[in-house]
């Protein structure tokens, strides 16, 4: 133990003198950087000086020439200014012209104001008005003459004052008339330098070898005497009066951009040296201070290090013992092989796994257990290993046990390297996955029979969808032209019970179809872009004609900034809205149902969360019955089901649909007052650019001033939300009488109101009667008039047109017709205000402007259906033909001229996506560019993307509805 404690103490003494000297060798570079630092940052004190004084030089400067030249221009622009100087009346000029100089003396210190002649004579010196005529021959006159533009430098005067002057040509009507002079002494801009940058500034001629400014500190003023020995002093630092001063000097460039002279800036020192020697002080001390701490410290870790390596030998036995113990008792087997990949190890347990003893494998190669196919492939991936010199991790490979069955390993290695960093082999551990593997390959061949069963029934899905849909289209196109004939009143109810239980049939069929596609995880959510004005268009198409035939209000408000064009499912979204607008119509007799859509948050830049709510005055749901409502084949009363109908599967559907896309769909209700279902989403804003959801005509209409005349509540809130959302300017009131007065004393004050809407029920007296007192005052009659009515009757437009209304429009009133209304009265569709008849704007004048007669081929090989969709059409006013299959349909495409296609998908000897490439390929531009609809039965997950693949521009699934296939048609042709 002594030996030990002699051997510990000389290791440790050879260890710490060198230490002991690098930290002397440390210290002392340390000293020297740290006086390095110190010097540094007094030079970069200094140059900060300058920096600052140069920076705070230029600024004033140019500050000042900027306000001197806009004087100037407002002197040379002052009319009187330019007709005195025609008459040539000095003193009137003077007089014109002293009190601006007065100003601006007190707020920028001008003190020199010329008139100066084309000569160089002085006509007229505001500052001195008896000292005229005199010849200035200066260097920023002459300037000014040869650039003819304004010259601007410091110029020094006869008497040693340093003058800033500004000299600009005096030009009006069209002619050089002289020159304005304007300037001032620069000795305050000295002095306030010198206070903004803690320095004393002298201001030294060469030719004087004298300061001729100088800032006005004590300091300074003590300083004149010495001002010949600073300035020929060649060091940066001079020390005078026990104080330590900085000197720079910066070249004095006159107007002539001569150096002149010289600023010589004197900063004081003595105190940020003082702190600088002892930031330098307290450096070292702690740089000592450390250094002791670490040579202790050393010290005792080093004694301690003999000890300490000891106790890691013993645990470093222990560990490898335990690790013995460990191989030899776990199920996995551990290896080594040398670089040619013959075992040179493995632990015992290797025989549990392969049956083979530990030495029965070493000497031998992995590839001794395995297959031929199995060695070609591992074989391969070893060579990587080796080349690469990287471990690898769960390579599965499959050997051959002793008594040969199959055994399946995981294999784990890392590389063994030389000293010379070459690999000598790897070791590893490999574990018997046999079990689990057997399992994997059962699971997949589970799999793969799950998925042929789950192709299986989409394509049963599809079969049947197309099967159903196709006898479904002539039941119901063929129910609507019934209906259009003569019947009598048993006949047309019959056809009626007919169309709605057709209706019915479709609605279950879409629905058992759609939750099939969910629940078999078929349905995807696609991301295009997509126009939220004509997806709202189409609903409000759907819901109307419900609307007024039950008597209830409806209405849509997009709320303001929304943008138009969004990234999202259009499709899904539609089929929500569908759902949850069907329901509130389904379960309200009276009242009102809205749908509302506002922005709910920015979540970014180009993304957008929209809520959309549905809000009815129905029967309301019970609160313990609401959070059925969304479970599939569940409503939240089952008698409901009996007395409304439904297969209780749409609510499920649209909560379904609503998590896919990313959002949250919700309800709340009160019993007997009516339910609100809300969901929010997530929209992404395209890239193009961002177009606010408002007409293109918008501006044209804005600056009108629009009087609402409501009779109640609800029809006001509603008129009232569509004028917000496009950002009108508007007032209401229920009162006739006190619509009248608003009118007038609008009017008195020249604030009149441009347009009235009026309501044909309004309290006090009757929409036309307060028409007929509008257009007989006249304060008022220049007002337009828009009467809206839920008791429309024949001859009431004439009437109405008599009295001077300009509109009539029905409710309720779409916010799309309403704001056309509003774009036709206004001027902004003179075609119609300036028609000879001067016709009535309705809501069908409106629909003229955007329908037109157009020719179309129908391409459908069901005898039926061609003659329910020629009758439909025909009935649209628009021109048909018909093609039996696809090959007639490219034929006639190439021989004649069509507006539009309307293709079926599945038709004998050429089939729609066929006919379609071939049409795309006719030599005739115009004609393979024309716009192809698929209109077809298939209704799957992906046929709508097979048909725009195919090159169709649209789709639309049968059985056809009339509205949606007229909406589709006239987008199309429009485009």
């Given amino acids: 133990m002594p030996s030990n404690n002699k051997n510990q103490i000389k290791i440790t003494q050879k260890v710490l003198i060198p230490i002991a000297l690098s930290f002397i060798i440390f210290f002392l570079l340390s000293f020297k950087l740290i006086i390095s630092h110190s010097n540094k940052e007094k030079k970069e004190n200094a140059l900060n000086i300058i920096h600052t004084f140069d920076n705070i030089y230029k600024r004033i400067i140019d500050t000042r020439l900027k306000i001197l030249l806009s004087f100037i221009d407002f002197i040379g622009s002052n009319k009187k200014n330019q007709r005195l100087w025609s008459e040539k009346s000095r003193i009137e000029l003077y007089k014109n012209n002293i009190n601006t100089l007065k100003k601006m003396n007190k707020t920028i210190n001008l003190t020199h104001f010329y008139f100066i002649k084309k000569n160089k004579e002085c006509f007229l010196r505001i500052h001195k008005k008896d000292r005229f005529g005199d010849i200035i021959d200066r260097i920023t006159l002459t300037k000014a003459i040869n650039s003819k533009s304004y010259s601007s430098g410091i110029e020094i005067g006869p008497l040693g004052n340093m003058t800033f002057r500004v000299v600009s040509p005096w030009i009006y009507d069209g002619k050089h008339q002289g020159f304005i002079e304007l300037g001032f002494e620069i000795d305050k801009i000295v002095t306030s330098i010198s206070e903004m940058t803690n320095s004393d500034l002298f201001v030294v001629l060469d030719k004087k070898k004298d300061f001729i400014h100088t800032s006005s500190t004590s300091i300074s003023k003590n300083l004149k005497n010495k001002i010949k020995e600073i300035q020929k002093n060649t060091e940066k630092e001079i020390i005078i009066e026990d104080k330590t001063f900085y000197i720079n000097k910066i070249p004095f460039i006159d107007a002539s951009n001569k150096k002149i002279g010289s600023f010589i800036i004197l900063k004081d020192i003595t105190s940020e040296i003082a702190e600088i020697n002892n930031w330098v002080l307290y450096k070292i001390s702690i740089t000592l201070l450390i250094g002791l701490f670490l040579i202790i410290t050393l010290w005792f870790y080093f004694k301690k290090l003999e000890s300490i390596f000891n106790k890691n030998q013993e645990e470093l036995i222990e560990s490898e013992n335990r690790f013995k113990d460990i191989a030899q008792n776990m199920a996995d087997w551990i290896w080594e092989v040398d670089k040619n990949g013959v075992y040179t190890y493995v632990s015992e347990n290797a025989q549990n796994v392969l049956g083979y003893s530990k030495n029965e494998i070493i000497g031998k190669t992995p590839f001794d257990f395995m297959h031929k196919n199995e060695i070609d492939k591992i074989g391969k991936l070893f060579e990587q290993f080796i080349k690469t010199k990287k471990p690898f991790k769960d390579m599965i490979n499959w050997n051959i046990h002793k008594d040969g069955k199959p055994v399946c390993l995981l294999t784990s290695g890392t590389p063994i390297f030389d000293k010379n960093n070459q690999i000598n082999g790897y070791r590893g551990i490999d574990t018997d996955i046999t079990v689990q593997k057997k399992l994997e390959i059962e699971l997949i061949y589970s799999k793969d029979k799950a998925e042929e069963a789950n192709i299986a029934k989409s394509e049963f899905l599809a079969n049947m969808s197309h099967e159903i849909r196709t006898p479904m289209n002539g039941v119901m196109g063929m129910t609507e032209l019934l209906l259009d004939t003569k019947l009598d009143p048993e006949q047309k109810d019959y056809a009626l019970t007919v169309k709605r239980s057709a209706e019915n049939l479709l609605s279950i069929i879409n629905d058992i179809l759609d939750f099939s596609k969910i629940e078999a995880g078929r349905l995807d959510i696609e991301y295009i872009e997509f126009n939220l004005t004509n997806l709202i268009n189409d609903i409000e198409r759907v819901f109307s004609p419900k609307a007024i ?76 019955n609401i959070s059925k409502l969304f479970a599939p084949f569940t409503q939240a009363d089952a008698s409901t089901t ?25 309800a ?35 600056n009108n001033t629009i009087l609402i005349i409501a009779n109640d509540d609800t029809n006001m809130i509603i008129l009232e939300k569509m004028l917000s959302s496009w950002g009108f300017n508007f007032k209401s009131t229920e009162s006739a009488e006190s619509a009248f007065a608003l009118l007038k004393e609008a009017k008195e004050q020249n604030n009149p109101f441009h347009i009235a809407i009026i309501d044909m029920n309004v309290p006090g007296m009757t929409g036309e009667d307060l028409g007929i007192k509008i257009k007989n005052d006249i304060k008022t009659k220049e007002t337009t008039l828009i009467m809206i009515t839920s008791t429309a009757k024949r001859g009431d437009g004439a009437r109405l047109l008599k009295i001077g209304f300009e509109a009539y429009l029905p409710k309720p009133v779409r916010q799309s017709e309403l704001y056309d209304c509003l774009i036709m009265i206004t001027n902004t569709n003179k075609q119609i205000k300036t028609d000879k008849n001067n016709k009535l704007i309705t809501k069908y004048t409106i629909a003229e402007l955007r329908e037109t007669t157009k020719n179309i081929l129908l391409v459908e090989d069901n005898v039926i259906n061609q003659k329910f969709a020629l009758k439909l059409l025909t009935k649209m006013e628009f021109k048909i033909d018909i093609a039996a299959n696809g090959k007639e349909g490219v034929d006639a495409v ?57 090159g169709m521009d649209d789709y639309i699934s049968k059985p056809i509805k009339p509205l949606v296939l007229k909406e589709v048609i006239l987008r199309n042709i429009k485009r």
């Fill in 549 to 624: 035939e039950k008597k209830l209000d409806f209405t849509i408000i997009i709320g303001k900034n929304i943008p138009e064009k969004l990234i999202g499912d259009p499709g899904r979204i539609k089929q929500i809205l569908l759902n949850l607008l069907g329901n509130a119509f389904k379960f309200t007799k009276t009242g009102k149902i809205s749908l509302d859509i506002i922005i709910e948050k920015q979540t970014s830049d180009n993304e957008l969360l929209l809520k959309f709510s549905v809000i009815d005055t129905g029967i309301g749901i019970k609160k313990e």
């Fill in 642 to 666: 009996r007395k409304f109908g439904g297969t209780g599967l749409g609510l499920a559907i649209s909560k379904q649909l609503t998590d896919l896309m990313g959002g949250t769909l919700n």
């Fill in 668 to 702: 709340k209700s009160v019993i007997y007052e009516g339910s609100t279902f809300y969901f929010t989403l997530t929209f992404i804003i395209p890239k193009t650019k961002k177009v606010i959801m408002v007409h293109k005509n918008i501006q044209n209409i804005k």
């Fill in 894 to 950: 190439n021989n004649s001229d069509y507006d539009l296609v309307l293709m079926d998908v599945q038709m004998p000897i050429m089939n729609g996506y066929e006919a379609t490439k071939g049409i795309r390929n006719l030599k005739d531009k115009k004609k393979s560019s024309i716009p192809i609809i698929a209109m077809t039965a298939n209704a799957m997950d992906g046929d709508r993307e097979k048909c725009l693949e195919a």
